[in-house]
């Protein structure tokens, strides 16, 4: 539309900015642009081993988690490979899988959250060699506990290996995350800098996982591909654990916030372990839909799911309480609208 | 060794470094690093396409150029393809190559040229579907004409793309570049902020060919992989042309001085257009060998070609004069103790 939005709730970024030191430390980094960042990822590798407990062979950094799901699926599925996600979880996964030639299996959400038994299922029946999970899930923000992933990574049927992304989990109530070997060869964790760390822009995801699944990544990855920048971002963010618990308590009320805002307007939420929360707009996807078409023609950027019946939500970013005056300014002359609009469509109701 | 080089003359890196202003709008950007880069690369690729005189379709951005080869050899090779390249040129791209099953096919360098004849020669004889020349090249910093690479471009064969890596052409004489229609479907050009722009660490390359060929890309790219940092760096970068032109006049100033010290040492050098020289150690791959682990050793980081006869020299980068000057007071010790090392090794010569 040729302007810009008035508040940035589509993309579940972390307004609230990253650590001030991870600033301070990529203006520093800034002047010495000239050189090629560490093609190993040395000191951030290891900083992060030290964080998890687990060695720098377990580690590898990329160009954001979806650099590293195109790695992983282009060293694991050719022609026909099977690979089993949820019908609507993350699509930028299932274009790596089709670019490659894979072949995605899918099954349903179960009440808004992806259902490992599920997965587990297909995959085992249809001899996938890779099952994709979200904990916490996007777009729907539900989570499973540790213990339920678990008994996932346990149930992993030989010949498949489960990606475990948690993007989200810097942000999830403790617990949710899995102790898990990181020697184990059944799951590749994922996790990025772009959400609680605030670093989107930055690029920096990484994966912890098997040493020989890890090392693989060397032969097919762009050695010189992380930004100086980023790096030198990242190992400052991660070294600021006061800031992220800074984050951690905006995003919780920040979410609250989105709750009482959809309570408000008479629509209920779902329970969200992430930084967005997804507003049941209480009827379907054409509805949904025209929510979503009324609040970005007010300024207000939001995504929603893709897949029914969990596109009968829209999802709001956590953003920074002028961003939600902002959506809750918008939304009911939105919802308004779209009841006109969606009843005039479908007929009377 | 456990210590830092003293001077980084092996990567070809600006170490006169970026613009101020560049580092000024990264800087900025750092702040602003909550926010993913646009996926679209909208305004640099608008400034790239005003620079260059085509449309904005024509340019795609990524990576580096390593994350480019990477994305245009994933597109057109499938196993078995055959590719023409240099022997001793650019093993990134080599490495796409055989990573995605291609075959390379080489032809030897012509008097430390780089031979269009020649490949465009393999290239027909072996229905290759890919040609790759670097003008400049590296690793030897010769460098052809615009008529004659324009003369290449039209010699290439039906069912054959040639990959025209121009990552040093900003230091180059004038008349290095040859003037190509963008929608020519014969020729995909690489262009770098990492040499002549001084951003190595900020990781922005991109390419210049045909609209269908650029919007090939889209299939396979990592759409959030640039770093929003290097975007506003890139573009920064490329509205200063006259920080380009001190460079030039920089760099050009470091070959005359790198010339002059082999020249001291009795030794002669291959003309260069990149900021490198390659200084011709006078003896063979052995020795050279010799001479660059002895410059190592003296903190000294310097590299050298892989392939016979080019082997007989080592690549130095066009540092900054205290760069220079600890070369220079490393090379005499380092060539006795290789003639040492190298006649000992051989017997008496």
Redesign the interface.
Known sequence: MGRAFSA?LG?N??????SPQ??AA??A?????????DPENHDLRQALALHHGCSPDHIIVG??I??LL?YIVRLIIGAGDRVVTSAGAYP?FNYHVT?FGGEIVTVPYTSDYEDPERLIAKARQTGAKLIYIANPDNPMGTWHDANTIGRMVDAVPDGTLLLLDEAYIDLAPDGTAPRIDPEDPRVLRFRTF?KAH??????VGYAIGNSAIISAFD??R?????????QA?ALAALNDQAWLAHIRNEVASARDRIVQIAAQNGLSSVPSATNFVAIDCGQDGDFARKVLAGLVQQGVFVRMPFVSPQDRCVRISAGRPSDLELFEQALPLTLDQAKTLWSGSTGAR
């Not at 970024?13 to 990253?18: Q, R, V, Y």
């Not at 980094?29 to 960042?37: C, I, K, L, R, V």
């Not at 605030?198 to 690029?203: E, P």
């Open positions: 940035r993309a970024e972390n307004a609230f900015g990253p991870a600033i990529m203006q980094a800034a002047s010495d642009a000239w050189m090629y960042g160009e954001g979806d650099g195109g930028t670019g772009s605030g670093l989107a822009g930055a690029r032969r097919v762009n050695h010189f591909g992380m930004s100086k920048i980023g971002g």
